[in-house]
């Protein structure tokens, strides 16, 4: 099913380009569907095409990942976590734990965590639950989902230039579960250790 999806990702980013960047990434702010790596890597294939540019992609998912991020928090803030229950999936138990590692850590916990794919869901959510000042929000969710976007669709585009589209989309899903998952071992060691 996830290779299915992940085709038609790849196949509406073709044809609909910037918009469809857009959108996905708003999709991703708000309910974290569909993923942002499988968005960005696509991507990165396209722009070592020549078919996207880079610094368009990276505004374009930037700017929709920002504003789904602010949708989410505003419906935490405004209704609570039980109505934004609704359209994503909310852990309790790693909820409270990023929230103990926040109110330790603050704004650049938050914005740090943007890069973590386990964790970034969790950083709207806070901020909402917090009411966090609308400047604040604005620095975390665009420096973060800036980095992020620009990380991993240069791990894309440097694949794409590198090897044939039929072992792209699985070398780069390999090589990105590997790289997150020994961000996620060092930043939760490093948590745990403080």
């Known amino acids: 099913m996830q ?4 085709t038609d990702i790849i196949l509406i980013i073709d044809s609909y380009k910037y918009v ?27 722009v070592s095409e020549g078919k996207l540019d880079f610094m368009l992609s990276v505004m374009f998912g930037t700017a929709g990942n920002v504003v789904g991020n602010f ?24 909820l409270s734990s990023f929230s103990d590692k926040v109110s330790n850590n603050g704004v650049l916990y938050l914005t740090a965590s943007k890069l973590i794919p386990n964790l970034k869901i969790f950083v709207p959510i806070v901020v909402g639950i917090t009411k ?24 894309g585009e440097y694949f794409g230039d590198s090897i044939s589209w ?22 939760i060691k490093a948590s745990h250790s403080k």
Request: hydrophobic letters at 55%; a positive charge; glycine letters at 4%.
């Open 71 to 94: 949708i989410l928090s505003f419906i935490i803030s405004k209704y609570g976590l039980d109505t934004a229950r609704k359209f994503t999936y909310i852990n309790d138990k790693a």
């Open 20 to 46: 469809a960047i857009f959108f996905f990434l708003l999709a991703n702010g708000v309910c974290n569907i569909p993923s942002s790596q499988i968005v960005y890597l696509a991507i990165g294939y396209y």
């Open 166 to 187: 039929q072992y792209y989309t699985l070398t780069v899903s390999l090589l990105a579960i590997v790289v997150v998952s020994l961000f996620y071992l060092r930043f």
């Open 132 to 155: 966090l000042p609308f400047f604040k929000s604005l620095f975390i969710y665009t420096v973060g989902s800036a980095l992020w976007a620009i990380i991993v669709i240069r791990i």
């Open 3 to 6: 290779s299915i999806f992940s």
